[in-house]
Protein backbone atom coordinates (compact mmCIF):
# COMPACT_ATOMS: atom_id res chain seq x y z
CA UNK A 1 0.00 0.00 0.00
CA UNK A 2 2.69 2.67 1.20
CA UNK A 3 4.62 2.14 -3.27
CA UNK A 4 0.78 2.21 -4.63
CA UNK A 5 -0.17 5.11 -2.79
CA UNK A 6 3.00 7.42 -3.10
CA UNK A 7 1.22 9.93 -4.91
CA UNK A 8 -0.74 10.30 -2.46
CA UNK A 9 1.85 11.16 -0.19
CA UNK A 10 3.15 14.17 -2.20
CA UNK A 11 0.31 16.46 -0.62
CA UNK A 12 1.33 18.82 2.01
CA UNK A 13 -0.58 20.11 4.73
CA UNK A 14 -0.27 24.21 4.01
CA UNK A 15 1.63 25.74 6.27
CA UNK A 16 3.02 22.45 8.08
CA UNK A 17 5.08 20.45 5.69
CA UNK A 18 3.41 18.08 6.44
CA UNK A 19 2.48 14.95 4.35
CA UNK A 20 -0.69 13.79 3.55
CA UNK A 21 -2.07 10.36 2.86
CA UNK A 22 -5.04 10.85 1.04
CA UNK A 23 -5.81 7.28 1.42
CA UNK A 24 -5.90 7.26 5.00
CA UNK A 25 -7.63 10.37 5.27
CA UNK A 26 -10.56 8.75 3.04
CA UNK A 27 -10.61 5.64 5.08
CA UNK A 28 -10.74 7.60 8.47
CA UNK A 29 -13.65 9.61 6.71
CA UNK A 30 -15.44 5.98 5.89
CA UNK A 31 -15.06 5.83 9.87
CA UNK A 32 -17.04 9.79 9.85
CA UNK A 33 -14.08 11.54 11.03
CA UNK A 34 -15.07 15.05 10.21
CA UNK A 35 -11.96 16.58 10.46
CA UNK A 36 -9.92 14.29 8.03
CA UNK A 37 -12.72 15.27 5.93
CA UNK A 38 -12.56 19.07 6.42
CA UNK A 39 -8.80 17.70 5.21
CA UNK A 40 -9.64 16.29 2.11
CA UNK A 41 -12.09 18.75 1.32
CA UNK A 42 -8.88 21.36 1.57
CA UNK A 43 -6.39 19.48 -0.18
CA UNK A 44 -9.21 18.01 -3.40
CA UNK A 45 -11.86 20.63 -3.55
CA UNK A 46 -9.87 22.76 -5.80
CA UNK A 47 -9.55 19.60 -8.37
CA UNK A 48 -12.83 18.53 -8.33
CA UNK A 49 -14.48 21.79 -9.01
CA UNK A 50 -11.83 22.40 -11.95
CA UNK A 51 -12.95 19.22 -13.23
CA UNK A 52 -16.68 19.71 -12.86
CA UNK A 53 -15.85 23.54 -14.47
CA UNK A 54 -14.38 21.85 -17.20
CA UNK A 55 -16.73 19.93 -18.18
CA UNK A 56 -20.22 21.95 -17.20
CA UNK A 57 -18.86 25.65 -17.78
CA UNK A 58 -21.53 27.29 -15.42
CA UNK A 59 -19.51 28.28 -12.41
CA UNK A 60 -22.33 28.08 -10.48
CA UNK A 61 -23.50 24.85 -11.59
CA UNK A 62 -19.99 23.54 -11.02
CA UNK A 63 -19.90 24.77 -7.46
CA UNK A 64 -23.30 22.58 -6.76
CA UNK A 65 -21.61 19.86 -8.32
CA UNK A 66 -18.42 19.76 -6.52
CA UNK A 67 -20.48 20.11 -3.03
CA UNK A 68 -22.68 17.08 -4.03
CA UNK A 69 -19.26 15.71 -4.87
CA UNK A 70 -18.49 15.81 -1.60
CA UNK A 71 -21.48 15.30 -0.19
CA UNK A 72 -21.13 11.64 -1.85
CA UNK A 73 -18.06 11.21 -0.59
CA UNK A 74 -18.88 11.67 3.06
CA UNK A 75 -21.71 9.15 2.60
CA UNK A 76 -20.31 6.43 0.36
CA UNK A 77 -16.28 6.69 1.68
CA UNK A 78 -16.59 3.38 2.93
CA UNK A 79 -16.41 1.94 -0.57
CA UNK A 80 -13.06 3.39 -1.45
CA UNK A 81 -10.61 0.38 -1.93
CA UNK A 82 -7.19 1.21 -1.29
CA UNK A 83 -6.34 -1.29 -3.19
CA UNK A 84 -7.91 -0.51 -6.52
CA UNK A 85 -6.45 2.31 -6.82
CA UNK A 86 -5.30 6.17 -5.51
CA UNK A 87 -8.12 8.05 -3.03
CA UNK A 88 -7.73 11.17 -5.82
CA UNK A 89 -8.37 9.00 -8.39
CA UNK A 90 -11.43 7.54 -6.93
CA UNK A 91 -12.89 11.10 -5.45
CA UNK A 92 -12.17 12.51 -9.52
CA UNK A 93 -14.13 10.15 -10.89
CA UNK A 94 -17.10 10.62 -8.85
CA UNK A 95 -16.58 14.07 -9.70
CA UNK A 96 -16.48 13.44 -13.59
CA UNK A 97 -19.90 10.96 -13.35
CA UNK A 98 -21.62 13.72 -11.52
CA UNK A 99 -20.82 16.11 -13.82
CA UNK A 100 -21.29 14.68 -17.05
CA UNK A 101 -25.05 13.46 -15.10
CA UNK A 102 -25.54 17.40 -14.18
CA UNK A 103 -24.35 18.25 -18.25
CA UNK A 104 -27.25 15.75 -19.01
CA UNK A 105 -29.81 16.68 -16.74
CA UNK A 106 -29.83 20.06 -17.46
CA UNK A 107 -29.76 19.55 -20.88
CA UNK A 108 -32.82 17.47 -20.66
CA UNK A 109 -34.89 19.62 -18.89
CA UNK A 110 -33.52 22.41 -21.57
CA UNK A 111 -34.89 20.43 -24.01
CA UNK A 112 -38.28 19.03 -22.23
CA UNK A 113 -38.81 23.02 -21.75
CA UNK A 114 -38.30 23.65 -25.52
CA UNK A 115 -40.86 20.73 -25.75
CA UNK A 116 -43.37 22.63 -24.17
CA UNK A 117 -42.94 25.79 -24.67
CA UNK A 118 -45.63 27.97 -23.11
CA UNK A 119 -45.03 30.99 -24.30
CA UNK A 120 -47.31 31.08 -27.42
CA UNK A 121 -50.07 29.79 -25.74
CA UNK A 122 -52.60 31.85 -24.09
CA UNK A 123 -52.15 33.53 -21.02
CA UNK A 124 -54.38 32.28 -17.40
CA UNK A 125 -56.15 35.97 -17.80
CA UNK A 126 -57.25 34.79 -21.44
CA UNK A 127 -58.13 31.48 -20.54
CA UNK A 128 -59.99 32.25 -17.09
CA UNK A 129 -61.94 35.46 -19.47
CA UNK A 130 -63.15 32.50 -22.35
CA UNK A 131 -64.65 30.09 -19.64
CA UNK A 132 -66.62 33.17 -17.64
CA UNK A 133 -67.90 34.56 -21.18
CA UNK A 134 -68.98 30.74 -22.30
CA UNK A 135 -70.07 30.53 -18.85
CA UNK A 136 -72.23 33.38 -18.79
CA UNK A 137 -73.48 32.85 -22.27
CA UNK A 138 -74.86 29.56 -21.17
CA UNK A 139 -77.14 31.35 -18.51
CA UNK A 140 -78.30 33.87 -20.44
CA UNK A 141 -79.44 31.11 -22.71
CA UNK A 142 -80.91 29.10 -19.90
CA UNK A 143 -82.67 31.78 -18.92
CA UNK A 144 -84.11 33.55 -22.16
CA UNK A 145 -85.66 30.07 -22.22
CA UNK A 146 -87.76 30.69 -19.48
CA UNK A 147 -89.08 34.13 -20.77
CA UNK A 148 -92.45 34.08 -22.20
CA UNK A 149 -91.99 33.78 -26.19
CA UNK A 150 -93.33 37.22 -26.92
CA UNK A 151 -90.94 38.73 -24.46
CA UNK A 152 -87.73 36.40 -26.24
CA UNK A 153 -88.62 37.57 -29.33
CA UNK A 154 -89.05 41.15 -28.50
CA UNK A 155 -85.65 41.13 -26.88
CA UNK A 156 -83.92 39.11 -29.26
CA UNK A 157 -85.04 41.33 -32.09
CA UNK A 158 -83.85 44.75 -29.84
CA UNK A 159 -80.69 43.55 -28.33
CA UNK A 160 -79.30 40.53 -30.96
CA UNK A 161 -80.46 42.10 -34.00
CA UNK A 162 -80.46 45.75 -33.47
CA UNK A 163 -84.00 46.77 -34.21
CA UNK A 164 -85.38 49.93 -32.94
CA UNK A 165 -88.62 49.86 -30.86
CA UNK A 166 -90.28 50.61 -33.70
CA UNK A 167 -89.20 48.12 -35.87
CA UNK A 168 -89.81 45.67 -33.29
CA UNK A 169 -93.24 46.68 -33.19
CA UNK A 170 -93.55 46.20 -37.04
CA UNK A 171 -91.79 42.84 -37.45
CA UNK A 172 -94.23 41.23 -34.11
CA UNK A 173 -97.27 43.10 -35.60
CA UNK A 174 -97.41 44.81 -31.95
CA UNK A 175 -98.04 48.29 -30.78
CA UNK A 176 -94.44 49.78 -29.59
CA UNK A 177 -95.88 49.99 -26.16
CA UNK A 178 -96.47 46.94 -25.94
CA UNK A 179 -93.24 46.33 -26.92
CA UNK A 180 -91.49 48.38 -24.70
CA UNK A 181 -93.77 46.43 -21.73
CA UNK A 182 -92.27 42.72 -23.02
CA UNK A 183 -89.23 44.00 -23.66
CA UNK A 184 -88.98 45.71 -19.94
CA UNK A 185 -90.70 42.76 -17.97
CA UNK A 186 -88.46 40.01 -20.05
CA UNK A 187 -85.04 42.37 -19.09
CA UNK A 188 -86.76 42.03 -15.33
CA UNK A 189 -87.11 38.53 -15.48
CA UNK A 190 -83.67 37.83 -16.73
CA UNK A 191 -81.64 40.11 -14.35
CA UNK A 192 -83.71 38.24 -11.59
CA UNK A 193 -82.63 34.60 -13.54
CA UNK A 194 -79.37 35.70 -13.52
CA UNK A 195 -79.10 37.09 -10.25
CA UNK A 196 -78.09 40.86 -10.99
CA UNK A 197 -78.35 43.20 -8.74
CA UNK A 198 -79.69 46.45 -10.04
Known amino acids: MAQTHAADRHLRVAGTGDAVDLS????????????AFAALYDELGPAVYGLARRVIRDPARAEEVAQEVFLQVWQTAARFDPERGRAKSWVLTLAHRRAVDAVRHDQAATNRDKAYDWSAGPDYDEV??????????????????????????????????????AECA???????????TRMRDGLVRLRDCMGVVA
Not at 135 to 157: F, N
Request: aromatic share 6%; charged share 30%; hydrophobic share 35%.
Open 24 to 35: DLLLQVARGDES
Open 128 to 165: NETVTIRLEHEQVRRCMEGLTELQREAIDLAYYKGYTY
Open 170 to 180: SVLDANPSTIK
